[in-house]
């Protein structure tokens, strides 16, 4: 199993960035994913996924109108569209998955210590 995340980078305030995670081993439609973050000094935490099979999406707070998740099973791929972005989003951002569990789309995101797959971490800047 292996997940490759893209798509970090510099922006200013009020912009936008599109990440990409793709995975490779598995097929996508059957496990939820989702984007996680961690900003210095700061904990990681689940921003946003994508539930298995259909299984709805989860937003943290703090991105909920401004991010958008979305998954194009066919090419295993997931993407995390992020507009409206503020220095609060500054963090590395990371891909993650787990092994098929039956975990509702909101637990799997709050709870990123339980997932065993991740993605090298992808970096996004927000700064004038």
């Known amino acids: 199993v292996q997940l490759q995340a893209s798509g970090g980078g510099l922006v200013q305030p009020g912009g936008s960035l599109r990440l990409s995670c793709t995975v490779y081993?598995?097929?996508?439609?059957?496990?939820?994913i989702g984007w996680f973050r961690q900003a210095p000094g700061k904990e990681r935490e689940g921003v946003s996924c994508s539930g298995r099979y259909d299984g709805g999406t989860y937003y943290e707070d703090s991105v909920e109108g401004r991010f958008t998740i979305s998954r194009d099973n066919a090419k295993n791929t997931v993407y995390l569209q992020m507009d409206h972005l503020n220095a609060e989003d500054t963090a590395v951002y990371y891909c993650?998955?787990?092994?098929?569990?039956?975990?509702?789309?909101?637990?799997?995101?709050?709870?990123?210590?339980?997932?065993?797959?991740w993605g090298g971490g992808t970096l996004v800047t927000v700064s004038s």
């Open positions: 081993g598995f097929t996508l439609e059957n496990h939820n």
């Open positions: 993650a998955t787990d092994d098929a569990l039956p975990l509702a789309v909101s637990t799997f995101c709050l709870n990123p210590h339980l997932l065993p797959h």
